[in-house]
């Protein structure tokens, strides 16, 4: 059977106009089939995260790193809620990268992303990433076109290092329909709950819509690569990228076969030890 992974990778050349962002590849079912799913994912993907995390505390050296990139309310803090949160967050290194602070922006753009990745054993997440400086960046027009051209071989080398020295990068476009958007956007004014998310700047953004997705086209031509490939997630039904982003990190880790460190512990010896010890 085909994996996610081979369904939803974008390999340079990939088209995201010929992507659905309401296709659903592999789901379970419907809605409430595919929670079900996740759930059940969510559980094994929890064991081998564990198992990771025991592993990197034995002396492994291998992580796990998830970026997740996608337009305003495409669900990046969704997927972190609904499929991090089934994981240890013990085991978890968070980071969202918003605009860059006076500190940050006086060193390249790589700097603060170095800082933010997972140690040994971990499931680093990035809620936005480096792309911004070749997404937002671009479409706004803050740095010249060669810097930006720069940018993409320098993320390219970034990445191959970072595998080459044990983490795997697994990288999410989250992609929604600007009605899809529309919609959310519509639904967070309609809730005062979600009114602290609002942003009225994101209607500017919104309106640049073409220009983000030949951004985001050109960040897949120029940095889908064999050693960490893009995969566009089709995002306007939220259940279905919970899933499919679960599944894509578990099918990660499936491959990963994270081992158990044995150090080798005496165990008749440690338990004689236990029970005469006197302490009752
Ligand atoms: P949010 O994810 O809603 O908290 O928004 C974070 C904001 O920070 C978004 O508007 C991003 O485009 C912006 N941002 C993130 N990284 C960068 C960057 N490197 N340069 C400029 N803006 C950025
Ligand atoms: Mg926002």
Request: proline share 7%; aromatic share 10%.
């Given at each position: 059977m085909k994996s996610l992974r081979d369904l939803l990778v974008a390999p340079s050349?990939?088209?995201?106009?010929?992507?659905?962002?309401e296709a659903s590849p592999l789901?379970?079912?419907?809605k409430d089939k595919t929670l079900r799913g996740l759930a059940k994912d969510g559980a094994e993907l929890a064991a081998l995260q564990e198992c990771l995390y025991a592993e990197g505390k034995g002396g492994g050296t291998r992580s796990v790193l998830l970026v997740l990139q996608g337009m305003?309310?495409?669900g990046k803090d969704g997927v972190v809620k609904h499929v991090i949160g089934?994981?240890?967050?013990?085991?978890v290194r968070l980071t969202s990268f918003g605009k860059p602070t006076k500190s940050e922006l006086?060193?390249?753009?790589?700097w603060r992303i170095n800082r933010a990745l997972p140690p040994a054993g971990y499931l680093g997440i990035f809620n936005?990433?480096?792309?911004e400086d070749v997404l937002v960046v671009k479409v706004h027009k803050w740095a010249p076109a060669r810097e930006i051209t720069r940018r993409y071989r320098a993320i390219n080398e970034w990445e191959a290092g970072l595998v080459t020295s044990g983490t795997t990068v697994v990288k999410c476009l989250l992609h929604m329909s600007p009605e899809q958007q529309r919609r959310r956007l519509e639904a967070r004014l309609d809730d005062p709950t979600k009114h602290?998310?609002?942003?009225?700047?994101d209607l500017d953004e919104r309106l640049l819509w073409p220009d983000y997705m030949a951004a985001y086209q050109a960040a897949l031509d120029k940095c889908?690569?064999?050693?960490a490939p893009w995969f566009v997630v089709p995002s306007d039904r939220k259940w279905y990228r919970n899933w499919a982003i679960g599944r894509l990190l578990l099918e990660t880790m499936r491959e990963m076969k994270p081992q158990w460190p044995d150090p080798g512990l005496d165990v008749p010896a440690l338990k004689a030890r236990l029970e005469s010890d006197g302490v009752r």
């Open positions: 050349g990939t088209k995201l106009t010929d992507r659905d962002p789901a379970p079912g419907s305003d309310a495409s089934q994981v240890n967050p013990a085991g006086a060193h390249d753009f790589l936005r990433s480096h792309y602290w998310k609002w942003n009225t700047d889908s690569t064999d050693v």
